[in-house]
């Protein structure tokens, strides 16, 4: 008999055929390989009043069999019920969701099959009204049900964003001001870190529970200054992750250009932090990438450094990195609700960490139902990698004492 392991989506058990089969569009190989060796194996249980040898009746053991998604569309079907969180139920705000970033991400979002409900929520002076993102939305195929949501720039959200935050399960925040011409990340982060604060602060509050993914430059000084205030209110910091999704992006875009490959297919760790520098892809560390001639190496990891700036320059200056941006925060966030849904899901994000002797740091981090499971280690890397890992080290640092002391000076209002 073929061993048979249970899927944790929807506790039924499988044979490994059954599951390539059901998987074989959605993941790749190695991605079904891993995915099932986190599945346990079948407990065998005495089956009284049956023949020997027949554990169930003949027609289910053969619908069992066969290798196509019916038989398991039916078992998901039944097992629904039992979830804590069913498919389609989360409910997600994206604040700052009128912007530039903002209403793509929130177009994504309504399309996610894991979201019934998404809150729109902006200020007055947004490029347009929430609440016009939101009915122009509600007019897509999908069963998502989308809501505005607005204030003054003078209003405090933690008054304004009951409604509009509470049982929120996903908190997306690509919210805050551009940088401009002249402004370091120095003058940024003060701008910034307040905008972020009022709104962590309304979470803090009204959903404590939620993963909040933050898009907010300076991402690596903005993360450490929320999550260190959540420490302070008692909250778990890890609730707190910056998206850098949109850093793997492009690394696996730019290898799939040099290699002629399917970018999608392609999975390029990124770690460190989401400037410059900071930014480190791990070349090595993919099969397809690892494939490029090692003198190459240097000019794509700068490429990747590179590439926000060459958005920017590409725009002639009038707009940064939006629609990729968007589609890079879509995907974090669908990691995000399928770990909650209790299918755990790796993507790279930036959050507290112990990996490195730096309290905060992007690398693979596992979501599970609670939001963030387990942060992954670095694994190996070659010689280029190591020397630009203790390189990136010294600015972080500097970047991540930056959002500290932001912590050390304010506080959450209750």
């Known amino acids: 008999m073929p061993e048979k392991r249970v899927d944790p989506d929807d506790g039924s058990a499988y044979t490994w055929e059954e599951i390539s089969a059901f998987y074989k569009k959605k993941y790749t190989k190695n991605e079904i390989a891993s995915y099932w060796e986190t599945c346990k194996p079948e407990k065998k249980k005495k089956d009284k009043g049956k023949g020997k040898g027949e554990s169930e009746p003949k027609g289910k053991a053969k619908a069992k069999a066969k290798v196509n998604a019916e038989p398991k569309a039916k078992a998901k079907a039944k097992a629904k019920a039992n979830k804590q969180f069913k498919k389609g139920d989360f409910k997600v705000c994206v604040c700052g969701g009128a912007g530039g970033i903002g209403q793509p991400l929130s177009m994504f979002m309504s399309m996610d099959p894991n979201v019934k409900e998404l809150n729109i929520f902006d200020l007055t002076v947004a490029m347009v009204p929430p609440a016009g993102v939101a009915q122009d939305l509600n007019h897509l195929e999908r069963k998502c049900q989308v809501k505005g949501y607005v204030m003054e720039p003078s ?41 972020a604060k009022g709104l962590v602060e309304a979470c803090a509050k009204f959903c404590p529970e939620a993963v909040l993914g933050m898009i907010v430059n300076p991402v690596n000084s903005v993360v450490p200054a929320m999550a260190e205030l959540y420490k302070k209110k008692g909250l778990d910091p890890m609730k707190i992750v910056g998206i850098t999704t949109l850093d793997v992006v492009r690394a696996n ?162």
């Open 155 to 195: 209003d405090k959200a933690i008054d304004k964003l009951e409604e509009c935050l509470t049982g929120c399960h996903l908190v997306l925040i690509p919210a805050g001001m551009p940088r401009k011409p002249g402004m370091t990340r120095d003058d940024l982060f003060k701008v910034n870190a307040d905008i």
């Open 253 to 414: 875009k730019f290898v799939g250009e040099i290699t002629g490959k399917d970018p999608r297919y392609i999975r390029v760790p990124v770690i460190g932090g989401h400037a410059g520098e900071t930014i480190l892809p791990l070349f090595s560390q993919d099969k397809v990438s690892k494939t490029i001639d090692a003198s190459k190496i240097a000019d794509l990891d700068k490429h990747v450094q590179d590439a926000g700036t060459d958005v920017v320059n590409a725009k002639g200056g009038k707009g940064s990195a939006t629609l990729s941006m968007a589609y890079a925060g879509a995907r974090l966030g669908s990691a995000v609700l399928s770990g909650l849904t209790g299918r755990n899901k790796v993507e790279c994000a930036y959050c507290a960490s112990t990996i490195t002797d730096l309290p905060y740091f992007a690398q693979k981090v596992v979501f599970g139902e609670k939001g963030v499971h387990k942060v992954l280690p670095l694994g190996d890397l070659n010689e280029h990698e190591t020397k630009r890992l203790e390189t990136l080290k010294v600015a972080l640092k500097g970047e991540i004492e930056t959002g500290t002391k932001y912590a050390e000076a304010n506080t959450l209002a209750v």
